[in-house]
């Protein structure tokens, strides 16, 4: 302190100590100060806590002792350029160094107010700001850490690869049209309200309208003609694997419920499709692909559904 010129009144704004402990201090009247008052102190005096404890030989600060009007400059320099790099780090700048330096906030104000700073804390400040310590301590050289830039990935030349085959144009046909050796013509189901009972539905087998279809596709899913059938989905529950519109065809002899397949059902009257799952001590869910608007259905009564086969095809119209 006397080095500096200082008296109590000044150690306190830069340590952030109380005037009156430092008073006690000095005059005798307090014992052996504690770690962390003595961490303050010689953060605010510019010296590390083994100078101030006479553990090691002194440091020298960044600025020369006394000061003098002929090096006033460099002090104003010193805090213009810490004050520079505090200020990157915004408002919590000064608490976040202080937290790391192990001082108060009320210690950065004393560097800030009398340059007064070591080496140790200006390499923390050089640390959290990515300004260079040398320039912090000097002002020459660069001023902020240089980062080697990341190199961009090589452009390589893209891999063309075909991810579909050339089948042909179409060939136009209706209901007069007779079918090739390599076609079928393949039922749809329909739902038929009967005659008994008002409202009441059941799924037939619509005898009018028919699908051409191939007879090469059924074989190589292994389906016989006499057990494949068409249905359209109308609604938007299977969006957007199966939009509204959709024709599909199904298996009729393939009714065992294996989990995550898609069926068409007879639902009490109602054609649907939909994935079928099988519910734990019996029962079944039924799951649309837009579950945003159709939740999960679970059926522990399937009395009423009826199973009409599993999809193996569909064909949709953008």
Excluded at 4 to 18: C, F, H, K, Q
Excluded at 191 to 207: D, F, M, P, R, T
Aim: net charge neutral.
């Amino acid at each position: 302190m006397t080095l500096r010129g200082w008296n109590a009144y000044d150690l306190a704004e830069s340590s952030g100590v109380p005037q009156s402990t430092i008073f006690r201090f000095l005059s005798g009247q307090h014992g052996e100060p504690r770690g962390t008052t003595i961490r303050k102190l010689a953060a605010g005096l510019g010296v590390t806590e083994a100078d101030l404890r006479g553990f090691s030989e002194a440091i020298k600060p960044i600025l020369p002792d006394p000061l003098t009007e002929t090096n006033e400059h460099i002090k104003n320099d010193l805090i213009n350029r810490v004050n520079e790099a505090i200020s990157t780090l915004g408002r919590g700048g000064k608490v976040a160094i202080a937290e790391k330096c192990g001082i108060t906030p009320q210690a950065i104000n004393g560097w800030i107010t009398t340059g007064r700073i070591d080496k140790d804390n200006l390499a923390v400040i050089s640390e959290m700001t990515g300004y260079e310590l040398n320039w912090l301590i000097t002002g020459n050289g660069l001023k902020l850490k240089t980062i080697k830039p990341s190199l961009p990935a090589p452009i390589t030349e893209n891999k063309i690869e075909s991810n579909a085959i050339w089948y042909g144009e179409f060939d136009l046909w209706d209901s007069s049209t007779q079918l090739r050796d390599d076609e079928v013509a393949l039922p749809f189901f329909r739902e038929v309200k009967l005659s008994a009972g008002k409202g009441i539905s059941e799924v037939q087998e619509n005898h009018g309208a028919k699908l051409r279809f191939a007879k090469s596709t059924l074989k190589r899913k292994g389906i016989s003609t006499a057990d494949a059938a068409c249905v359209v989905v109308s609604g938007n529950s299977m969006e957007p694997v199966l939009p509204d519109g959709s024709t599909i065809g199904i298996d009729t002899s393939k009714t065992d419920i294996i989990n995550g397949k898609m069926y068409a059902i007879d639902h009490d009257g109602q054609l649907r499709v939909k994935m079928i799952y099988n519910l734990p001590g019996g029962g079944l869910r039924l799951k649309s692909f837009n579950t945003e608007e159709w939740p999960d259905e679970p059926y522990l009564d399937t009395s009423k559904i009826r199973i009409l086969g599993q999809v193996f095809w569909s064909s949709v119209l953008w």
